[in-house]
């Protein structure tokens, strides 16, 4: 007794064979950032306490991750708005960033919002450890959610370098 056809097999064949469907696609993973930046702040000065603002810009590649999202290698040009307040020993710092792939054709939009209120802004060989949240984007990193612990540190007076290490889930 055959229960299948010859022609029913290729077409089961077939079908294992073909991409995997969007459906089955990744929906979840990690991956690690380093970069480095060139930054330009300015401060007011308000009693006790500094106001700084200003902008970050730079570069980050993907140094470990997995799946098409995030394949090692993958190159960003990252743009952050900086804002911070510091008094008594106490600082807040708040970046939104925007890192947009850096391929030919531009690229699709990964944001990003950094929050640190632990070490110091703008001293060279100084820095600090703060979380980011992923809050989406434009293309295939719309809707992303995501947390990051990062590290950064200035090596001067106007470049820093930064590390990221991420998880990040899309629905």
């Known amino acids: ?3 299948f056809h010859r022609s029913s097999l290729w077409l089961i064949l077939a079908g294992l064979a073909a991409p995997l469907s969007p459906v089955l696609a990744q929906t ?3 991956f690690a950032l380093t970069g480095s930046y060139a930054y330009s702040y300015d401060q007011i000065q308000q009693g006790r306490t500094t106001f700084t603002a200003g902008s970050l810009e730079g570069g980050v590649i993907v140094s470990s991750g997995q799946g098409p999202l995030f394949p090692e290698g993958q190159s ?3 743009s952050c708005v900086v804002f911070s307040e510091e008094s ?4 807040s710092v708040k970046a939104p ?3 947009m792939e850096s391929n030919e054709d531009g690229g699709d939009e990964l944001f990003a919002l950094l929050t640190r209120e632990q070490g110091d802004l703008g001293a060279a060989n100084r820095g600090g450890m703060g979380h980011v ?3 989406g984007g434009t293309g295939k990193y719309a809707n992303i959610a995501g947390r990051c ?3 950064t540190r200035y090596l001067s007076a106007s470049t820093g370098i930064i590390t990221w290490d991420c998880t990040w889930s899309k629905p």
């Open 133 to 135: 949240n992923l809050v």
């Open 76 to 78: 960003f040009l990252r």
């Open 28 to 30: 979840s993973g990690q």
């Open 97 to 99: 960033c925007t890192l």
């Open 88 to 91: 008594a020993g106490n600082l």
């Open 149 to 151: 612990s990062y590290e």
């Open 1 to 3: 007794m055959r229960f």
